[in-house]
């Protein structure tokens, strides 16, 4: 089983920063891909940002130019570089583990936005 525990959400003023960190119980090697997903109250699961195993990034359009994923594989952990934040990002955030199967999700790290 793969334990995947994020950190680093919080409240933020708009136009500040957050970097979300996501570490996993095993190598992120064993992982096709790695990603931040969001979800406000009342809508879907988003997703916002993923790396694969081989470092190529894909971001969604809203968050493209203000957010970073970046992986630290020594760690096993995968970050979220936040900036330029707005209130319409606030959600919780999760981490996910994609394999060929599947998948294994965080639990989630709660992001809010507010003056």
């Known amino acids: 089983q793969v334990q995947l525990v994020e950190s680093g959400g919080g409240l933020v003023q708009p136009g500040g920063s957050l970097r979300l960190s996501c570490a996993a119980s095993?190598?992120?090697?064993?992982?096709?891909?790695m990603g931040w997903y969001r979800q406000a109250p009342g809508k879907q699961r988003d997703v916002v940002a993923t790396?694969?195993?081989?470092?190529?990034?894909n971001y969604a359009d809203s968050v493209k130019g203000r957010f970073t994923i970046s992986r630290d594989n020594a760690k096993n952990t995968v970050y979220l570089q936040m900036n330029s934040l707005k209130p319409e990002d606030t959600a919780v955030y999760f981490c996910?583990?994609?394999?060929?199967?599947?998948?294994?999700w965080g639990q989630g790290t709660q992001v809010t936005v507010s003056s």
């Open positions: 996910r583990a994609s394999v060929t199967s599947g998948g294994y």
């Open positions: 790396i694969t195993s081989g470092g190529i990034t």
């Open positions: 095993r190598s992120i090697f064993s992982f096709n891909a």
